[in-house]
């Protein structure tokens, strides 16, 4: 059975951090990018990391950039985003994607997507 399944979300403070994890099954996972993407109510699905199959390469979003770090364990078909030194901003649904196409995943996931998670919720407040 096909599955992204996301964990790790939660409250916590400002400047506080968390793991969050998607784990895979059902498909052939070495050879799919994922994404992480999150949205907020009322705001629009933002692409906040992606990692490539084929090489580790990585992309982050502006908003992210040297606060958040994906890595992926191909071995346990299972793909992480590090949080660290959280902002209320960054309160949101988080969703991972997997697909072959990584124009997919670099389009928002807005012209298709192959497979989607259904997301773990973070909220930084204090």
């Known amino acids: 059975q096909l599955q992204l399944v996301e964990s790790g979300g939660g409250l916590v403070q400002p400047g506080g951090s968390l793991r969050l994890s998607c784990a895979t099954s059902?498909?052939?996972?070495?050879?799919?990018?994922i994404g992480w993407f999150r949205q907020a109510p009322g705001l629009e699905r933002e692409l906040v990391s992606y990692?490539?199959?084929?090489?580790?390469?990585?992309y982050y979003g502006d908003s992210v950039k040297g606060r958040f770090t994906i890595s992926r364990d191909n071995a346990k078909k299972t793909v992480y985003l590090q949080m660290n030194s959280l902002r209320p901003e960054d309160s949101a649904a988080y969703y991972c994607?997997?697909?072959?196409?990584?124009?997919?995943?670099?389009?928002?996931?807005?012209?298709?997507?192959?497979?989607w998670g259904k997301g773990t919720l973070v909220n930084v407040s204090s």
């Open positions: 994607a997997a697909d072959q196409n990584l124009s997919r995943i670099i389009g928002g996931g807005y012209y298709g997507m192959e497979y």
């Open positions: 059902g498909f052939t996972f070495d050879y799919y990018h």
């Open positions: 990692i490539r199959h084929n090489d580790g390469g990585t």
